[in-house]
């Protein structure tokens, strides 16, 4: 078990350009979930997957953003035509199908900047 | 909605020490509370959870937390600090049975030697 993996750990992009990132859980975890942390912010929220089904994806912070999970494994964020306010750290999480287990592993994160 | 907050922006204790971090919470129902520990240039650990049962729980590095009702409060507490404890911390509340947490912004907890 080699815990949550996050591709790219860095990305610097134009505004105006898309941006995909890439998060693989630990292999058992059926939940996924995305963040955004800002600096001097906890992790905020923005979308989780049970297996391959996105069940919240309300706090998407607008239509630029979309996430995937087509086979329940990896999943990808990607950010469509980015602006500045953009620039974050992005987590992403796992956790386990266990009910008890409620508690998340977090990947090292992908730091956003747009210039 | 659910609410956390750590009202100190920088904890400083001398090693050896006992340290609290504090959290308070506001949430509909029964909650779930978490403690997570920031490293510098690495991911969110978790170290310890309250879910249901005993109101003292205990988690990873000698840490644990009590979790009181009537107070809404969380704190995080070790009865003594380590230089490598340095680090930023975290408490998440969450809804009972929700998956979604709600992170506070993070306490910096610096331990002098």
């Known amino acids: 078990d080699t815990g949550v993996s996050q591709n790219p750990r860095h990305k610097i992009t134009k505004r105006g350009q898309n941006v995909t990132f890439r998060c693989d859980p630990i292999?058992?975890?059926?939940?996924l979930y995305w963040y955004r942390q800002t600096l001097g912010q906890g992790p905020e929220f923005l979308t989780y997957?049970?297996?391959?089904?996105?069940?919240?994806k309300s706090r998407l912070l607008s239509d630029r953003f979309s996430a995937e999970r087509p086979k329940g494994s990896f999943s990808t964020l990607e950010i469509q035509r980015t602006e500045q306010g953009d620039s974050a750290m992005y987590l992403c999480?796992?956790?386990?199908?266990?009910?008890?287990?409620?508690?998340?592993?977090f990947g090292p994160g992908t730091r956003l900047t747009v210039t | 909605a659910q609410s956390v907050a750590q009202p100190e922006d920088q904890v400083n204790v001398a090693e050896g020490n006992p340290l609290t971090v504090k959290c308070t919470y506001s949430?509909?129902?029964?909650?779930?509370l978490f403690w997570y520990v920031q490293y510098p240039n690495r991911g969110l650990q978790f170290l310890l959870k309250?879910?249901?049962?005993?109101?003292l729980v205990k988690g990873s590095y000698g840490f644990e937390a009590e979790f009181n009702k009537s107070q809404t409060s969380f704190h995080l507490k070790k009865p003594s600090a380590l230089v490598s404890d340095s680090a930023l911390y975290f408490c998440?509340?969450?809804?009972?049975?929700?998956?979604?947490?709600?992170f506070g912004r993070g306490t910096s907890l610096i331990v002098h030697p």
């Open positions: 997957f049970q297996n391959e089904a996105q069940l919240e």
């Open positions: 999480a796992s956790s386990s199908h266990r009910q008890v287990e409620h508690e998340q592993y």
């Open positions: 309250y879910i249901t049962g005993d109101n």
């Open positions: 292999s058992e975890h059926n939940r």
């Open positions: 998440a509340v969450s809804p009972e049975g929700s998956y979604i947490p709600t």
């Open positions: 949430v509909s129902g029964n909650p779930y």
